[in-house]
């Protein structure tokens, strides 16, 4: 039985070696040497370098948000996935999730302009100062190093900590154990219903399928503390 199963596990380990070699065959040859050093330089706990704008940095555009119109805006777009953007006509031919960012090649108009307004939505919910904001909330964003400059846009007053990946992705395809990351901390006002909760995580999950291309872009909201915005 012992043999048996030694045999199961080197076929599988051989068959996973395969599909990670294929991946990695498919994707630019820059954005491997840089995720080989990210991986390389976190390894010997050495400080990592400030990335390289990859895109061109978003220029806010100002949201007038009413609850009418965050709404609207959760209902209409919570729902989208890959397949669904493409089906809609916003991406056209995107690469597998895991690998490098989307650049416009991959997006037609509509999908530049669904991808600036969540952009935008995303930063009126974080740094509305309206009134109807009753509880402080924590937003805690984790991005890959080498993709963080999509985010400029929202770090005019983040907190930014470096942190290693530790997600195996049970395909193979997209591991980001010990990659290079760092964590985006944000505070922001809620309020009742959780309304700006639910528009963050739609705005984020159009970010990521738009752009980021991340097979899990990690987002945690949690109280700050158990009191009003004064």
Request: aromatic share 4%; charged share 25%.
């Amino acid at each position: 039985m012992d043999e048996v199963i030694r045999r199961a596990r080197a076929e599988a380990a051989a068959g996973l070696r395969a599909e990670l070699r294929d991946h990695l065959r498919a994707q630019p040859v820059e954005w491997l040497v840089e995720r080989l050093l990210d991986h390389l330089v976190a390894c010997q706990g050495l400080p990592l370098p400030p990335p390289a704008p990859a895109t061109a940095p978003h220029r806010v555009s100002a949201v007038e948000l009413t609850e009418a119109v965050l709404a609207d805006f959760t209902a209409a777009h919570h729902g989208y996935d890959r397949e669904r953007l493409v089906l809609e006509g916003y991406l056209v031919d995107p690469p597998a999730k895991g690998g490098p960012l989307l650049g416009p090649e991959h997006r037609t108009p509509a999908g530049e302009d669904l991808l600036a307004r969540a952009k935008d939505v995303l930063h009126a919910l974080l740094y509305s100062g309206s009134p109807d904001r009753v509880q402080r909330e924590l937003l805690s964003l984790t991005v890959p190093r080498a993709k963080l400059p999509v985010f400029e846009f929202v770090r005019e007053a983040a907190t930014e900590i470096s942190a290693e990946g530790t997600w195996t992705d049970p395909t193979g395809a997209a591991h980001d154990d010990r990659a290079g990351n760092t964590v985006v901390q944000v505070e922001y006002g809620e309020v009742a219903g959780e309304l700006v909760g639910h528009g963050i995580v739609t705005a984020l999950r159009l970010i990521n399928e738009l752009e980021v291309n991340e097979v899990v872009l990690y987002a945690r909201m949690e109280d700050v503390e158990q009191s009003t915005l004064t």
